[in-house]
């Protein structure tokens, strides 16, 4: 299965690849594993006051497609507000990457991660 | 003789499940060496040479047997591919498309990080004990995995069967490894 030229430059130059500070009160957390492969995928995002996202990383131990798949989806939360992150749908990410029905699964897995970061985020801004 | 009735019924239009095709109980806990031996044996009767001088249709058959035959083996011989099987079989819903969270995807992450960091410092030494860990681990999955399903615990073998993949993937992780 040949990948796509969006997913090639993703994945040989992924963007946003490492980790924030977890002890940051600002710095949300999403892990997410993908069952039908075994990937796993963390996303940090760091909000600001005005509730938008200034910074995203990831790490994801997977295929060439999840690496893309979070690659592209930290360049896209990146300025956008939690409320308009948590709207990206995995087929919109499947689209841009123009992933295969088998890799379809890879970008579920980004769309899991940043909504669970977000989640982390708002129990974190309770507390 | 077995093979010929095996046979037989092998050329039967009605398709018998995977495990009924290598005349094995339908359950988790098969034996692999026999499922093997019968898997041979099959292939030995179905293989094309056997087929040269057949009707195109026979040939035709033969080859569609080994397709399936080949299909059924490799997804009975891994656990994990035959769990699912199992599941699909019992009619409980499998979908794959979600995603796991929670404790068992930290310690997964934690693991790989750890792989991540021996393969960089290049210790062997490490590497093979990080590999044996995962393997006992594998193992104690599998045990646990062939006691739900006896237990009829559908859903939790389904649950386990998620973790041995996330395992599994681990594995060939720490085994795809040289300096």
Partial sequence: MAYSTKVLDHYENPRNVGTLDTSDPTVGTGMVGAPACGDVMRLMIKVGDDGVIQDAKFKTYGCGSAIASSSLLTEWVKGKTL?????????EIAEELALPPVKIHCSVLAEGAIKSA?????????? | MWLWRKFQRLIMPITPNHFELFDLPVTFDINTELLAARYRQIQQVVHPDNFVNASDKERLAALQKTTQVNEAFQILKNPFTRGQYLLELYKIDNETLGVVK??????????????????QSEQLDALSFFTSRVDRQIQTLVAQINQQFEQQAYQEAKQSLQQL???????????????
């Fill in chain 1, 83 to 91: 409320e308009e992150a948590a709207q990206i749908k995995n087929t």
């Fill in chain 1, 118 to 127: 977000i989640e982390d985020y708002q129990q974190k801004q309770k507390k």
């Fill in chain 2, 102 to 119: 929670g404790d068992f995807l930290l310690h997964q992450i934690d693991l790989r990080e750890e792989l991540e960091s021996i393969k």
């Fill in chain 2, 165 to 179: 993949q996330f395992f599994k993937r681990l594995y060939d992780e720490a085994m795809d490894f040289e300096i």
